[in-house]
């Protein structure tokens, strides 16, 4: 389906970098679900540029709901979004109609599209278009916070450093205080130290990577599936087209690949009425569903491609060897921006799996 | 979609764990590909647990196919193939109607299906179900090979100790060579090592986790899509149902969290005619599409939930804690047989990749 | 997706008519439903070949549920089930490996399989496999009356006899009266005459079509959606693949072209509370949505194509004209037989469509 | 998936009547088609209304293509279309926040989106969202006629006058010179009288249906599928979308249900290499997969359900009868404007048909 991720709800994405606009179109949110636009501005503030740590381009992200909104609620039908593209430098870009930057998608995009694609800034593989998945995972926020449903990031390792981790927090307070922080950290000091090397290798042309860590607090056991459509594989496959995002990793993850299964395992007990488990190895699902715990996994976000070096590539058009120095405004690091993505991507992926489940009106509380 | 995974070709899986069968329908496959019902004998041998280092409890996986292949080929039409379970002891799960097993998904099965599942073996759940996906996977793994695509998989690490890597081989050669073994590791000596070490574990009635890393060559350049159906997502998506995958990440994976880009892009240039990279951090994927370079990626396999030491957990019909021993028979690990899962899997989702971008007849050669 | 057939409850279909027995995987069906085996093979009987209107093949189609049903109700997790075919008669059909059977799907299969299918009987496009679909379907019967809507189906029109109009009936009677029925008509003097025209074509080796229709009452409103996935929509996608439907109508259908707005719109009034029309030239469905009134279409079913005439035709493997005599077994007419395919279609949609505005477990009840 | 459509090339729709905006994404064209603005400019022409028998609001449909097309050609990613609507009049729907108009989606959209729905104009569910689906489809019958497969529907009957049938014609030059009409009859004499009989209705406050019949030429054999994906099934699907039709039959259609097999079957032969049939009763398709000869379905449309005579109805948030009279303005009759939105569908599945079958490429001619 490409471009269409969802069966109950769904989004679609469209634009390219240097197009006039990108946009998503939100397909299958229930009625009723209130919508603030401020909350959507926010969002995409999160994922803006800022500071001496990122691009110089930066987009104002002057966004137009054009529809499936009425009177300041989501009317159930299709809620497209658009978001004008107005600082575009394509003549950065010309020499790059034939050389593939490595690590990025010119030249797959080259192969797959024949050379038809737009190819200005990435065109249609740009991290630009992540823009309107926030804009439409703002929506999806806010219909899952007002069924008590909260998602929320942090940068758990950046540049060598790494943030506290949420174990050690009380998590509902560390979700609510991490959605009002720009770099969103647990432990401020970490968050100084990771923009002090990031600064770093911004000044030595380079680039570094990082590791997000996510949770979702509220979310009712039995969402999900046995079989493919397990919570596990809906949120990989949709997280998995977060640009940079080289792995995804649930509850102990890789580490558990060096555990013991006495060590690993979640004992279950009754608190109060509630089943919970001592431990939360498992991330908050067992046989691909929710059991209740919070939701927690982690992406491994790779350092942005796009470093000041000359690095050698080819001219794809011709066949040929080339060396290529990038000009251009570029990230020394986007895993503080890909944060919110993040959180976007898991909101949309979770309202449609709690509509399968529950219906089209659950979220609308209609 | 639930138990259907796939667009163009598409795998349906059914049965439970104590059942009288269970099955795969495999739809869509080109017509006029060979099926040899040996090679699927043996990849089915390939999961069957062996030795003192798995489950008692052993099938003996006699298949049939009953649609889809007719005078030794696919016929284009949907595969339906069945194995018999012969061997379930029901008796031994008895107490497990109303004990959740930790780090099973017996407590979120029950919530799911409000008590209406088969919970005996796990059910639906079971990692049982997983012969008919080595079945119906090795139909796609022969139309790969006649394409010159070829998929292999060792065990990177269990028990603590590290098999040697991919990138310190002849590829090839060591896909072919892990093909024909039955504990698949590049250096034997690990492999008795590992297996030392998981005969430790069963001694003291424990159990281990793993990690198996995957290769694919010959695949392509031009595969997968931008947005959500990266092939990353598309694999991803898929590797998380197999049972005890917790984590999934393609080429450098996580350790690009540490990296910087000038360490971690991977360089192009021509070899012949041919566009190739001189490192391969992105795992052969850029942008979500294949770049034409062995496609490389590692899934995180937890330890056996079954262990034989006494759990706390809860009785989830009474609502009231509890304690657990589990009698039956269990694997000590399970990474040495989920492999030929990760690769029949691999093997399913590339097919229908590629049949979505070649065509529905490519994959015969018709 | 081919032989996968629904988004929250799904169907998805394999076999062939000479293979060893067809099937049909039933998925997303609410856990709960109670499954009654006697049922089912009533089911069955409504589409097997009976006195002399029909083909002599009778196949007694001894189903097998071997997944997805425990202690008698329905588990939530994939039905399988399985149907033998036993009477199947290849020899009559060798001819046919090369001769394409005018009406019939043998030229189509050729080209589209480029030779591999399984060209007995028609392999895998035969009538045979509807019954795996009445399999499913009658489960799908239950659920929705568990739920207090009900489908019937009569022969609106076979061999140039007209049954009475479901307009001319008391409806919840006139339903529950054809659901007993073997030969379904409203009027029996009409059923008489019908299967006269049936004999009297079968005596000159001929065939004759018919036409069906439908009621379903108690299906609530607002079910269905505005684009696409219309109710009309959906219910015509999966009607076009019972063999020999050639067109779907719904409410006034075809007359509605002649008809002006004035004479042709449905007037609301209140009931009680309820909303209702006062009449229903739109068939229950407004802009794609349920109305709450009965939904209404129409099926026209063509004659069956095997005729004992000689017929033109070609060899499509030599590429040279033909003549065709076919001998084995058939059908005059397929229309009655047809009727309970609808049905279960029909009943199957419906399932999907409610699962994903209500969620999975409302046909469940739980 | 509600407002999205097509497996490998897919649509989606947005917009209501009287939002800033409507438009659609088209997703999975082939990359490399040319894409001609004056086109789809005409295109949308041929919907608009005109002359005396039409409503009265006309949108210039000034539409934007804000992605997909690079250079004038196709890249193959989603090319998302935007049309903004100028001529909305919301003042005279006031009234209708809660009447229902009989025969439109006032009260079924009440009901499914909790009254949460844009109700101005029909919102979503007006007949103004089809101007977006002939913009993109314009691009799909653009991407066809590159590689010989050309679709024309002709007014068959409207206010009970009859057009010349299809089968009376030189097909290849009856499509063409259909394309080039704005009233799109084969009898120019035959259309002289139907525009005075819908001015006739008009006149008495009513309006008139009409029946659309459609051929398609150039559909090489092989496409489609033998269940669920029949091109029969796949087609209307899509087809009951547009607004007011009530009924699609291929071939013969109803007609078939009054005839026998004898003069129904279509005789194969051999025309020079090509395996052609004598008459074309099953319009082009056998068991669901397209055999070479002309696609060929008609369907029937209601009377424009929007007429000026007052209406017995109810006020659905009260729960009370009323009385509707509409002002407003009204096409008296949409048959002729619903051509090319049947064209622009039926262009969009055969392009995802083709797409399956063939590949991303295919249509791209790369």
Redo the contacts between chains.
Sequence with gaps: ?????G??V?V?????SH?????A?L??MA??VAVDEGFIARQLTLRRPFGDISTARVEPDRF?I???V?EG????????V?IPNVDAQSADYAPLRAL?R????D???F????????WRG????SGR?TAALVAVGAVAISALRARGIVIGTHIA??G?VADRAFSDTDLPAALAALNEKRFAVLDEGAGEKMRAAIAA?AAQ???????LETAVTGLP??????????L???L??????V?G??????????????????????????DG?A?R??TN???G????????MPLAF?C????????A?E????D?RR???AALTLEGRHDPAI?HRARVVVDSVSALVLCDALA???????L?G?
């Design positions: 389906m490409k471009n269409t991720f069966s109950s769904a679609t994405l469209f634009g390219e197009g006039p606009m990108i946009g179109v397909d299958g009625p009723g137009q054009v529809s499936g009425f609620r989501t009317t159930g039908t299709p809620l497209c658009l593939a490595p690590g990025h998608a030249y797959t995009g192969v797959k599209y024949h050379g038809f694609a737009d990435g065109g249609h593989f278009v390792r950046c060598g290798a042309g380079d680039s570094v990577g990082g590791m056991a039995g969402v999900g599936e046995p079989w493919f459509d397990t596990e594989g809906l990989a496959h949709a997280l998995f087209s640009p995002i080289k792995g995804v990793e649930f509850g102990g993850g890789f580490a558990l690949a060096e555990a013991r299964g006495s060590g690993s395992n979640d004992a279950f007990y009754m009425g089943v488990t001592r190895h498992n991330g699902v067992n046989g691909g569903v929710s059991n209740g982690r491994a976000v790779k350092p942005t491609p796009s470093v070096k690095q050698d590539t080819v794809f066949g040929a060897d895993v399968q489940r529950c219906g089209t009106d659950w609308g209609a």
